[in-house]
Structure formats: C-alpha cells, structure tokens
C-alpha cells in the first residue's frame, strides 16, 4: 500500500497503481480541504476485502458479508491513530465506500463523526440509456432533433466522456448503454467489408425529417447536405472508443451497445450487396462480421443489446423471420466469437420488444450464454405511476434463472431540472424483485443528455445535461444503491450546492414543483413519447390531435395511467351521475393537489431576493416554471371536468364554469411560456414534426375557449 499524505493529520492509504483508488483519493482529498484541522493523526485506509491481512479480517462479524460493489466503513484505533478502513467486495465497492466517507466529510467538516455502516447495492446494475449521435450517416434514433444534431462533435470529445462517466460513478451508476441504429461503420473496420468503414465526422446541415420507426433518419437529402466538423481516421476513432471504455472501467462503468433492426445506415452505395432486405444472405453476413469485429476490436465492451424491429418484415419466409434472422447474425456472432475467446465475459440483452419471450427462447436455444431480456417498464413515462402495469405479465411469466432489465424512458423532463427522491423511492421499490431483476438503464428517446444547446445563458463550454440535472441523477443512482439512504442526503447536498439557501425550504419547494409532472401524467396518459410531451401540453402532430396540442377535447377523453389508481375524467363524471361510489384519485383531489403544489413552489420562488449565482438562478428558475405550468394544468382539468358534465347534462352554469377555468389557464400558460421562454430556446424535437415553442402555442390555448363556445349538444 503506499501512502498519499494531504494534510499533516491525515494520511491516506491506498494503491496508487489502481486508477480508481487514485480517484477516490483525490475524491476524499478535496473534502478533506475544507475540513477543520484535527488534533488526532487519522489513516484513511482504501482497500479490498481479499487485501486485508487474516488478522484484520478477523476483526468482522463471522456473519458480515459483502457482495459485488459492497463496501464496509469502520474506525479502528491503532497505536495512538485512528484508523478508518474503507473496505470493499471489490474497487468499485471501495470507490463508492470513499464517496461516501467524502460526503460525510463535507457535511460534518470532520473526520470524528465518520459513521461506521455495512452496504451492499439493492440494483445489482444502475444504468444510463444514451441514445447517441455518432454522424449524420449512422444516426441514433433520436437524431431528427436539434439536440442530437449538435451533439454529434461532443461524442468525439474524450473530455465529454471523462466528465461524464466521472459523474456517472459518483452517483454510482455502473453500466451505459450506448443506442445507435447501425453503428458499426462508425466504430469498426469489418473483414471482408472494410469499404464500409467511415473515414471523419459528418454533421448534416439540413432539418432530418423521419417517420417514428427511424426510417428516413439518413437519406438522399441529409446526406447530399453534410459537413465535415471533425477530420479523425477509423484508426483513431477505434482509438477514442477504447479510451472512453478504459476511463469507464476505471470507473467501475461497464458499457454496451444497442441496435435496432435491420437498419444499414452508412451503407449507402456500398459494392458488396448490402442491403436492408431481410432475405438477404450478404447483409446476414454482414452483419455477423461487424458484431464479431466490434468485441475483437473492443475488449472491454461488455455486452450487445438487440430488438426485433423496428425496420424488420415480420412477414418473411420462415428461415429468415425476425427472430431467426438475429440468431443468424448476432446470436452466431456470439457462438463464433466465443469458439475465439472463450473466457470472454459478454452480456447479451434481446429486448422483449415486438416479440414474444418464447419466440426468442426458441430461436436463441443453442446460444451458449444465457439471455438477458429487457423491457420498457413505464413505456416512455417513468414520470407517472410509481408502479406502472405493463410489464406484470412478463415478470410473471420469467422462468427460475431468467432475469430482465428495465428499459426506463424519462419523455417528461427535457428542460426543467426534477428532484422528488420521495417518487424515485417508491418507483425503485416497486421493481420486479432482484430474482428476476438485473437492473435498469434510464434515459430518453425525444432529447440527448450530452450537452444542453437549449439556454438562452449559456456555459463556455456548454453545460452537460447530467451537470444541469446533477440532483435527479443524484436521486436515481444514489437510492437505486442505497434504498434506505435517508431524504436527509438529499437536503444536504442542496445546502452543500447552495449554501446561501435555507436548504430545507428550497428542498420543498423543489421537491413540490416536481411532483406536478408525475401527477399530470397520472391523470392525462398517452404511453409513448410522441404521443405526449408534458413540458408543453404537445404531441406530434397526427389525425387525435392535428395541430400537437392536446385540447380540451383530448383532456376529457384522456385515460390515466396503468398502475395508477386515478379516476378518468369520463368515469368520474359518470359516477357522479349514475350516484355511485369509487375508488381510487379522483379529478378534483388531483386539482386540489396541484394547487398545493403549485403554491409551495412559487410561494417560495417570490420570498427570494435576486441571485449573484446562475445555477441557483436558473434552478428557481425551473421551479417557477413548474409551479406556472401546474397552475395551468389545474385550470384545464376543471375546465376539462366542468365540460364533461355540461357534453353529459347540458347544463349551462357547467359550459360557463368551463369557459372561466380556460380564461384563467390561458392567463397562466402566457406567464408560463414567457418564464420558460426567457430561459430556454424553441427546439425541433425528434419525433415532434417540427419545433416546439411554448409562446407560439398560446394560440392553440385560447382556442380552447373558443371551442366551447362554440360547442353545441
């Protein structure tokens, strides 16, 4: 063990060949300068379980256990020192142990109330979902938005991918899932195809207009309109890509790679024969090689994620059917990858995505790992019911041994930054149950979390979206390790962010505007993203909703949320009518809930005085928002409430009592665009079908009033 010694009181010991010992130490460095001087010598001891001496280990309960990422914190007194030991199953578990201990340093200025505890992980692995934009030639399914768009030069940024996993594992997260519809020409060079191996960074200059499926993504028209923005050979790129995996590993991060399928994006005017027909022999080839290339070229990718769509036939003769077709290229990539290298470790997820579990046992029976399944758990709103419905009948159908992962999908927040660790405890806790489960990985579909292009103030360079939302991902990845950690963490590491705040208060209110979200959705429920974009009452643009906004006719007809326990608008007014009881969260709790939340954030927000500091600014900022946009959903569901009884009775005083709620959420929505707008840029969002402007919207929101004016029985 060798000894870094940053203050004269304190010597901290750890193996400095272990690159993430040498960040944990730096970690507990940098609280340990703000700490008050001790009168003790204390050792900071970092080390593994297998580490420790037989006489040290002795010194444990015979019942104590740690399992993988598990750590151990105990003070021991030595010869006059005092000696804390930071232990872990394995370096993960002594990197996340020395965050912990740094936490605590920083909340007690002090080493003397440094707390003895026993943790293990209660998700095995705690994910990203990163949809991401490699070049406008092989696009994510995302990329027909602004944010992917300017992305694509951050993906190339070692420094981006440094500061990302880095924040990554302070939160203890594990794993990042990297999602691109056809990668390879982006990352590899393929035997037998190496034509098909890109050369420099292309960004389009045009607006990518695609359907839903990805289809269109990358066409004559986006790619007669590129740019070079970035000059870098395959070799270098293969290069960069072992980099970020190796910082990664450092970081106790393993990372996959998803596809979709079959798509050839990059391919284009290739002279092998390519193509998207899923009868074709030369792309099944293709496509086996360029699997088998990734891992050899990649030792420390961990494993590849598939699905059974989006652009597959489904119809095709049989040998050659969805299921089959990916045995033949990624299921016998695998088979001959592991004839190569047969002590390679290697995830392989198929998600139970347009397909059935028993098509994929069969189709999958001879490969010679075992599969791990994947499945969208809250469709794309995990900002909703803490227990959503979809997935009941798959987990309950899991055989012994067969485990999945959850697919979580944030479409809510693109631009406001959440915190209710209250929700995020109650959606973790209700989770399959870790016999069937092996984890998640969280993220959306209609924005990237990589840099944020969005602020009308922006950062030099412009912030990360996973420094911007630093206390949602703190959340999630923190209560997904620790399930008990106490809502105290929480507020303090508000203080610790912005100790000019009485932190509680600011904890609240925060806390209070993010529940609004979750509970809109739990009344007002589309399960996909382009079907609903709660930031702006807006969907893409289609037949229910021709303009994108949802109007007041799509606000009375709405369902809520499956697991919810909510009462619809409709069937609430029936009940009323027909004088039967119900059960579960009616309508009118739902408004006088957001009311109340409403009130407490902006409540607050109007008690500060002017802020020197930007992110508290922009912080109160968002909390404002929130608290503006829940005063106008509540206008609308009484509005939409009062409709419902007048479309039923014809009763007048209804029709007016409707109008009323309109004008007063019309009022609300003008001081609520013009918040945000003050803040945040319009964007053209994937799957959107354009931009999304909550100021021009204001239209589609006093059109309301004029159609229930307009409305005869």
């Known amino acids: 063990m060798n000894k870094d010694h940053c203050d004269p009181a304190v010597t901290i010991e750890f193996d400095q060949y272990v690159d993430q010992l040498c960040y944990t130490a730096k970690i507990l460095e940098e609280a340990l300068q703000k700490c008050k001087k001790e009168d003790d010598h204390y050792i900071i001891r970092l080390a593994t379980w297998d580490q420790l001496e037989s006489n040290q280990r002795s010194q444990y309960p015979r019942d104590f256990s740690l399992v993988r990422e598990g750590y151990l914190v105990s003070r021991i007194e030595n010869h006059g020192n005092t000696e804390i030991r930071i232990i872990g199953a394995d370096t993960t578990g002594v990197m996340y142990g020395g965050f912990d201990v740094a936490f605590q340093i920083r909340q007690e200025r002090s080493l003397a109330g440094i707390s003895e505890v026993v943790r293990n992980p209660h998700i095995q692995k705690r994910g990203i979902k990163f949809n991401i934009p490699l070049d406008a030639r092989t696009p994510s399914y995302s990329d027909a938005g602004d944010a992917a768009n300017k992305n ?60 839903v499926q990805g289809r269109q993504m990358s066409n004559p028209h986006t790619l007669a309109n590129l740019k070079v923005i970035k000059q870098m050979s395959i070799d270098e790129k293969i290069a960069f890509w072992n980099q970020v995996m190796t910082h990664a590993d450092n970081r106790g991060i393993e990372v996959l790679v998803f596809t979709w399928n079959i798509f050839t994006y990059g391919t284009e005017g290739n002279n092998y024969g390519i193509t998207c027909d899923q009868t074709n022999d030369i792309t099944i080839d293709y496509f086996r090689k360029s699997v088998i290339a990734l891992f050899e070229t990649y030792p420390l990718l961990a494993g590849i994620g598939i699905t059974a769509g989006e652009n597959m036939a489904g119809d095709v003769d049989q040998s ?18 592991l004839e190569r290298q047969p002590t390679r470790k290697i995830r392989f997820i198929h998600r139970a995505h347009q397909t059935a579990k028993d098509t994929i046992n069969t189709a999958f029976s001879q490969l010679p790992i075992p599969i791990e399944y994947s ?28 485990k999945t992962w959850l697919t979580v999908r944030n479409d809510d927040f693109y631009m406001y930054r959440w915190a209710d660790p209250e929700f995020a405890r109650s959606y973790i806790a209700n989770m399959p149950t870790n016999d069937r489960l092996i984890g998640f990985y969280m993220g959306p579909d209609g924005y990237i979390w990589g840099r944020e292009y969005i602020s009308t103030e922006p950062d030099i360079p412009r912030q990360q979206v996973i420094k911007k939302m630093w206390l949602m991902f703190a959340i999630w990845g923190r209560l997904a390790y620790s399930h ?14 912005f100790p000019s705040e009485d932190s509680r208060l600011l904890y609240n209110a925060w806390q209070a505007a993010s529940k609004i979200i979750p509970l809109v959705n739990c009344l007002h429920w589309h399960n996909l993203d382009l079907q609903w974009y709660p930031e702006a009452c807006y969907s893409r643009p289609r037949d229910r909703c021709p303009l994108g906004f949802h109007d007041i006719h799509n606000f009375v007809q709405s369902p809520t949320a499956p697991g919810s326990d909510h009462v619809s608008i409709l069937d ?87 109008i009323a709620n309109l004008e007063r959420a019309a009022k609300h929505w003008r001081v609520y665009s013009i918040a945000s707008k003050s803040m945040y840029q319009p964007q053209h969002l994937t799957r959107m079908d354009g931009v999304v402007d909550l100021e021009a919207l204001q239209a589609h929101v006093d059109n309301d009033i004029k159609m229930i004016h307009e409305f005869f029985v």
């Open 152 to 211: 694509i030069i951050n993906m190339w940024d070692l420094g981006f991918w440094r500061e990302f996993l880095d924040e990554m594992a302070l939160n203890k997260y594990n794993t990042l899932s990297l999602w691109n519809l056809h990668p390879f020409p982006s990352l590899v060079r393929v035997p037998d195809y190496p034509d098909i191996a890109l050369d420099d960074i292309m960004q389009t200059t045009v607006v990518v207009e695609s359907d």
């Open 320 to 337: 050659y059917a969805d299921e089959p077709w990916l045995m033949k290229t990624y299921g016998q990539a695998i088979c001959d990858l």
């Open 375 to 402: 499945f969208k758990y809250s469709q794309a709103h995990m900002y909703g019911s803490v227990k959503p419905s979809f997935g009941d009948s798959f987990f309950a159908g899991l055989k012994p041994g067969e």
């Open 484 to 497: 008990d950690l106490p809502e105290d963490t929480f507020i303090t590491l508000v203080s610790q962010r």
């Open 572 to 658: 609430y007014v029936q009940a009323i009518l027909d004088r039967r009881e119900m059960q579960g969260v009616t309508p009118l709790e739902v408004i006088a809930t957001l009311e109340q939340y409403s009130s407490q954030a902006l409540t607050y927000c109007e008690s500060t005085q002017p802020q020197p500091s930007k992110e508290l600014r922009h912080t109160l900022g968002d909390i404002r928002c929130m608290g503006y946009l829940g005063q106008y959903y509540q206008q609308k569901f009484q509005a939409a409430l009062e409709f419902a009884f007048y479309q039923k009775t014809g009763d007048q005083t209804r029709k007016k009592n409707a």
